[in-house]
């Protein structure tokens, strides 16, 4: 029994860092940018202001959805989609290994005459 329970505990603690590294699976469509959180549903968005659409997501670098009212004051560097509104719908807050993840657009120009491999997760410049 004793054995039993060690086992399971080694196997949960063996998989819990490779879970943390499983890599995100962005859209193409997901830009690069930097975001300020203000009071929901506003934000900033590389500097210019913003609304997050209704329904909107965010997601944590753990992945999991984060109420944008926790994030009020708090920036960083974040994938974003936007809807056809011109609001924000998705969000993924970036963990370090992802920002190393270069080149990603930062616009829409960019994302058209670039080419995305969405397995690799991999941006190629023409």
Known sequence: MHRLFFATLLAIAL????????????????????????????????????????????RGTNNMIVLSGSLVGSSGAVHYTIDPLGQIKDVWI????????LPWPRSANEAQAWSFDPTAQRWTRP
Not at 18 to 46: E, Y
């Open 94 to 101: 970036l963990r370090t290994d992802e920002l190393t993840n």
């Open 15 to 58: 998989a819990s860092p490779s879970i943390a590294q499983v890599q995100r699976q962005f859209p193409q469509n997901a830009l690069r940018g930097q975001v300020l959180f203000g009071q929901p549903p506003h934000v900033a968005l590389n500097g210019e202001p913003k609304q997050l659409a209704p329904g909107s997501r965010i």
